[in-house]
């Protein structure tokens, strides 16, 4: 199959809804990362996410809307909480669960009584699901596991010959996935992103939980609250090691470990002698750091890079986010000093 890449302007946005309507699945830009869409509500256009991704069945699917009515069609109960975050924080980088009214695919909701809903702030990504006249299903437009897209050419790199089209939006301003936060368990922080535990907090009012599967790997045989907190997320091929330490501890440890094939990861102006270093945002800034990460990773292996020591970011606010993709990206591996 043929790949188009084309802008996220008009023509683009009709061309992807006329392709949507057929029931194929299209890469489109959103404030995250670059979504692959495809009808929510037509199992074989789910199916065919599924199919250019490699991605797992029991993973389920955000289902995008551009509207609140398309919201209360998919939720079986908007519960208040539910109003609540949207009147603050839709349209943008937040993912509600809640039950399902089973008007979603089942590949959406993969076999749960549940669905994660979305309304973009980007609005080329509105405009499509607007034109298309239905929610779309979208996870980031990568192949499974590798780490997610934040530009079109990220998306070409990964999905070029297995679906017909890829609009151009430029490179995703957020650069971390949504928050996904559980309504129907807690109120239950499942996935860290732009949106802070902190900020639904305060409108809240009450404590957010963090899901047990953020920051450890799941033990044999434990059911997560997300399906996709069980697999490998975000990595690169090379073998990455997030370490906790000042800039020079940092700089010293990646420095003893130097060698053919090694690199370190830090932010901006840090120094890091003798060995390919790259980076990923300023040290007092997380927005920064989440809107350089999956760029770093993919750069990592372009450039061959094999082992990686990464400096770790700090945990608060958006901080979280950026901390578990790369705890994720390591497969855990984590060196303190
Ligand atoms: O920012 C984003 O959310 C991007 C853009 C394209 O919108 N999409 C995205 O989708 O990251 P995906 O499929 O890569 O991640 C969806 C996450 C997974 O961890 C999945 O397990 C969780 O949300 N999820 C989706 N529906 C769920 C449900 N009903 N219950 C629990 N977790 C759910
Ligand atoms: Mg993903």
């Not at 924080?89 to 959406?108: D, E, H, N, Q, Y």
């Not at 934040?150 to 010959?161: F, I, K, Q, R, W």
């Not at 993919?298 to 958006?318: F, I, M, N, S, W």
Request: overall charge negative.
């Amino acid at each position: 199959m043929q790949t188009k890449l084309l802008p996220a302007d008009e023509a683009g946005i009709e061309q992807a809804a006329a392709l949507l309507r057929a029931g194929q699945a299209v890469a489109i830009p959103t404030e995250t990362v670059y979504g692959l869409a495809a009808n929510a509500c037509d199992e074989a256009a789910v199916q065919r996410i599924f199919a250019a991704k490699g991605r797992p069945q029991d993973n389920p699917l955000i289902a995008h809307i551009a509207s609140m009515d398309m919201l209360h069609e998919l939720a079986a109960e908007v519960p208040p909480e539910a109003l609540r975050l949207a009147e603050a924080f839709w349209p943008g980088p937040l993912t509600l669960v809640l039950k399902s009214a089973g008007r979603v695919a089942a590949g959406v909701s993969a076999g749960l009584d549940t669905v994660g809903i979305r309304f973009p702030a980007n609005e080329a990504a509105q405009s499509v699901i607007r034109a298309a006249g239905f929610p779309l299903a979208a996870p980031s437009a990568n192949r499974s596991g590798s780490p997610s897209p934040t530009t079109a050419a990220h998306v070409m790199a990964d999905l070029e010959g297995r679906i017909p089209l890829v609009l151009d939006g430029g490179p995703a301003p957020v650069g971390v996935e949504s928050t996904v936060l559980s309504l129907v368990h807690g109120p239950l922080l499942l996935r860290p992103g732009f949106v802070t535990k902190e900020e639904l907090e305060e409108e809240l009012g009450i404590p957010v939980l963090l899901s047990d599967a953020l920051h450890a790997p799941l033990q044999e045989g434990e059911q997560p609250h997300s399906p996709g907190m069980k697999y490998i997320h975000y990595a690169p091929r090379a073998r990455l090691t997030l370490v906790e330490a000042s800039p020079e501890a940092f700089a010293a440890y990646a420095k003893s470990r130097a060698g053919e094939g090694v690199w370190a990861m830090c932010f901006t102006d840090e120094n890091i002698a003798d060995m390919p270093y790259i980076t990923y945002g300023d040290a007092d800034d997380a927005a920064s750091q989440a809107a350089a990460l999956f760029a770093a990773l993919r750069e990592l292996d372009e450039k061959g890079a094999q082992t990686v020591y990464v400096r770790a970011p700090g945990r608060q606010g958006v901080g979280l986010a950026v901390y578990n993709r790369l705890l994720r990206a390591a497969g855990f591996r984590l060196v303190q000093l």
